[in-house]
């Protein structure tokens, strides 16, 4: 196994853990495509769609010759994550405006978000090399998975997570699993900070997404989506942007698929951003060369509180390469996209909705156009942030369009 | 489509919906599995597994033939429910005591609960019937799983929800999944005998477990195990009892694959109360021929919540075919073993716990033996009660034997 800076290109062998190059640069996994058939693959891919025994089952270790061809099939602590579901509810595709939506909805993985498709990587990863300590810092979204890995591989996990700004239900969660839960006074990135310092010292292998196996697992959410619409991506994929690995392994994933044949062509990717907390857009809008971090992000999509995000650097190439594109919407655009494709059936948390609000808004401007097509990334469950649907339908004043009220009755 | 009084032996047509007998009596649907090729069947069944772009792709409708052969394809609501995780973690093993166990992760279903093998069914056949308006009452997860399949559907969903007694994080996704919620002062059991005298009127579809159609999806919990474990189940199934359609799903289920030679014997049922809720094992245990209901039903399992469980006279009759028991277990035992549940890694709502603790009982108390092994089926997901967790982990006093405690730093 080895990896490459992205900025300077050194390699480095990853039979020991490392998080980033000499340099300061993030460093990804290198792989050997060389011999791989796309053909004979998509039969195998196709086939394994009805495994149940084996790790193979699993919608991220179905792909596994793509992503960790070394890992040995008894190294994978996997919960069979992924196999979630796409939609296309009719009153979400209208209020979006374009002409066909899926949503693909990865808050149906076994921890309710779609951190889960990158975890399973890389704590397989990390007990491959022996670890039992993991360590995150965290929004709550990647500190429930990372503890629910590490407490299914009976290992421990250590998890940075910030006070006051976070969803309550995912640190209650992370608690649940056994997680040893440190609140701290500050944000997310200074926890990020606190673990480039002392992870290693501490013995910790950090599954945040500076870890490239991470990303290697996350690439399996495009992978899903594109066997799942045979092999034929739609116009664009519109995800939400917080730490930005999940733009940069949505990258990874379609340079893959594309350079392997799996896809006749790159779709464009939108990244939406909320309003206070859009370092990324306002550097890709002013077409400036470095990011400038947001020094105290503020979101009701708690999940994208997040002031400076690690993978910018990837991020920004993945939208050079795919033509894409950035935007920023509010919390009450978030909000109320939510609320529609809640009352879809579908269901989210607020993070994920910004992918809605940023579509609407991108149709509404014609950036994207009416009669183009798009999968929205819903990254989260619905229960993974009941208070913001308590504050919405119970609180919200006049900007919640879609309030609904409780109906108090004697029966 | 025809039903069956399962005290009486009136037979209806379906092609209108009722739920009780003249008599008074349930009914339950009657199945014409002649002509049914058992080897065949399973063939067609394990093909399925890998079908992702039909209805057949859920966990309940990939067993049509045996649960609603006249519903067209097209009538079909459904989200894929079903195909969840089956997990043995030793820990939680060892803490029950039994030789090998699997924990069925029906949280995993997208609404966070096992309703939704059963509503996907019900919501179905009210569309099938024309119906666009439906209706329950629910201790959360029905509510819960109502709502979505009704919002899918385009429909609506009125709900009855006690005040007070009921899991929050539930109520707010019903309420957000767009149905009108309807709260009260009162129990569940009020709000069924409300529903029973009042829905017909309303044109309203009840979703609730008097529905057969109901019954007849949930029975997929137990097909899906069964194939799980190649047509080979273990000696017990254990499962907690609230209102107790589960566990007349689970007989009806059984005897369907015990009848149509799936499987070689049945294995035997064990129903775990709360014992602040446990008509149905006071009863059992008094060898009475007559439900004495509970007035002032009260457990911190807030989904076993109820004083008046509709089906005991079916989950009776499933015990005495399965030479099955019932055992009540207290709140302490319930979230202790739910604490024990959470940190393998695997998680469930307070009342799924009940069913590990109560083996665990079982097993101590010899009635199942620890060379035996079991399934224990977990109805709802760790995050539809994170109330409960916090509570438990910090606050939970002396009896919370496995708390886990948040940890403030500075970074």
Redo the contacts between chains.
């Keep these: 196994m080895k990896a490459r800076c992205t900025e300077c290109g050194t390699r480095y062998s990853m039979d020991s853990i490392r998080y980033e190059c000499r340099c300061g640069g993030l460093l990804e996994l290198v792989q050997d495509f060389r011999g791989v058939d796309a053909e004979q693959l998509k039969r195998e891919f196709?086939?394994r769609?009805?495994?149940?025994h084996t790790p193979l089952a699993s919608g991220v270790w179905r792909y596994k010759e793509l992503i960790a061809p070394e890992l040995p099939l008894e190294a994978l602590v996997t919960?069979?994550e992924g196999?979630t579901?796409l939609?296309s509810?009719?009153?979400v595709t209208s209020y979006a405006g374009c002409r066909r939506l899926w949503l693909k909805?990865l808050g149906?993985n076994?921890s309710?978000s779609f951190k889960d498709h990158g975890m399973t990587a890389a704590v397989s990863h990390g007990r491959f090399l022996g670890f039992r300590r993991f360590a995150c810092s965290s929004t709550g979204n990647t500190s429930s998975s990372l503890?629910?890995?590490?407490?299914?591989?009976?290992g421990e996990a250590h998890v940075?997570v910030p006070e006051g700004t976070v969803s309550?239900?995912k640190?209650?969660?992370t608690?649940?699993?056994?997680?040893?839960?440190?609140?701290?006074?500050?944000t997310y990135d200074?926890?990020i900070?606190?673990l480039r310092e002392q992870a290693g010292e501490l013995g910790l292998y950090v599954g945040n997404s500076v870890n490239p196996f991470r990303i290697e697992g996350q690439k399996s959410i495009i992978y899903e989506t594109a066997q799942?619409l045979s092999w034929q991506l739609p116009d664009w994929i519109v995800l939400p942007g917080g730490a930005l690995s999940n733009v940069s392994a949505l990258g990874k994933g379609l340079r893959d698929l594309y350079e392997l044949g799996f896809i006749p062509r790159l779709p464009r990717v939108a990244v939406v951003q909320a309003e206070g907390a859009s370092p990324f857009h306002r550097m890709m809008e002013a077409g400036a060369a470095e990011l400038v971090p947001e020094p105290a992000p503020s979101t009701r999509a708690s999940a994208l509180n997040i002031g400076h995000p690690p993978s910018w650097r990837k991020a920004a190439l993945v939208l050079q390469e795919t033509k894409g594109v950035t935007v920023a919407v509010t919390d009450e655009d978030i909000l109320n996209a939510k609320?529609v494709v809640?009352?879809?059936?579908?269901?989210c948390e607020p993070a994920s909705a910004a992918a809605v609000a940023g579509l609407r808004r991108l149709v509404s401007h014609g950036i994207i156009d009416r009669e183009e097509t798009a999968v929205c990334l819903l990254t989260g469950?619905?229960?993974?942030d009941?208070d913001a649907?308590?504050a919405y339908?119970?609180g919200g004043g006049p900007e919640a369009l879609y309030a609904?009220k409780?109906?108090?009755?004697?029966?």
Tied chains: 1, 2.
Excluded: C
């Design positions: 196709a086939k769609l009805g495994e149940r919960k069979g196999n579901g939609y509810p009719p009153a909805a149906e076994p309710g503890a629910m890995y590490a407490a299914l591989m009976g940075y309550e239900n640190v209650l969660q608690l649940a699993y056994g997680a040893v839960v440190h609140r701290f006074a500050g200074d926890g900070r606190f799942d609320a809640d009352a879809s059936g579908v269901g469950h619905l229960l993974k009941t649907v308590g339908h119970l609904n409780m109906n108090r009755v004697r029966l």
